[in-house]
């Protein structure tokens, strides 16, 4: 069962960095914080995950608020191929089943 | 990185058909891959999990002797839709983890997009 609630849909400038939150008030403390990314009629995306440490790759920042019960993901300079729908989805250290919400859907405005 | 492939990425069938659809992980061994079915605009609903030389474990609701799962190698599940009927149009999506490496996240193919007429 998904433990994460995320807003259904987002719009953000094309440029401009993009802000997707997640909450996950039930999260554990053995329990990662995954982002993916779904565009249109492909497999979703790996993005970034941490556990409790914010994260910085070459697509996006994760930030987890000190408590872990809540989390941001960051596209700094959002682009229009970043439209997607964003799923933020909580994982335990021994488990690998993932469970998606229903994600946020993110258009990036021209 | 790692990938995952999946084929075929379209099937249309004839009601009645039995459909088989590989996953296959194509830089690395995967003991454990995953099938995952998603209709149209709702997310995406883990159907079962395949174990390499054992039986695939599956989600509730989920007929397993209409989905049957082999998972003979360390590189290669199959998922096949036995006897489909047109409410079992939906696309079909694999995943996998590196082997013995722990959080580790999954990879997707690229789905497939099974028609039933």
């Known amino acids: 069962d998904a433990k994460t609630t995320q807003p259904p849909s987002m719009d953000c400038a094309e440029g401009r960095a993009a802000n997707l939150p997640c909450n996950h008030s039930t999260i554990s403390g053995n329990e990662y914080v995954y982002w993916y990314r779904q565009i249109h009629s492909q497999g979703p995306q790996y993005i970034i995950h941490?556990?409790?440490n914010n994260e910085t790759n070459e697509m996006a920042s994760l930030i987890i608020t000190e408590d872990r019960k809540s989390s941001t993901l960051i596209l700094p300079h959002a682009t229009l191929r970043d439209t997607a729908v964003y799923y933020c989805i909580v994982l335990p250290n021994t488990g690998n089943q993932f469970y998606f919400g229903t994600g946020t859907s993110l258009t990036v405005i021209p | 990185g790692a990938v995952v492939s999946q084929h075929p990425s379209w099937v249309i069938c004839k009601s009645g058909t039995s459909v088989k659809i590989e996953c296959r992980s194509l830089?690395?061994?995967?003991?454990?891959m995953f099938w995952y079915r998603q209709f149209p605009k709702q997310s995406l609903m883990l159907m079962a999990t395949s174990n390499e030389g054992s039986k695939a474990t599956y989600e509730q609701g989920v007929e397993k002797d209409k989905f049957l799962i082999n998972h003979a190698s360390l590189t290669l599940s199959t998922l096949t839709v036995t006897s489909a009927h047109p409410e079992d149009s939906s696309f079909y999506i694999c995943?996998?983890?590196?082997?013995?490496?722990?959080?580790?996240?999954?990879?997707f193919g690229d789905g497939t997009r099974l028609s039933i007429l």
């Open positions: 830089d690395f061994q995967a003991t454990t």
């Open positions: 941490g556990l409790k």
């Open positions: 995943s996998a983890s590196r082997q013995g490496i722990s959080n580790q996240p999954q990879h």
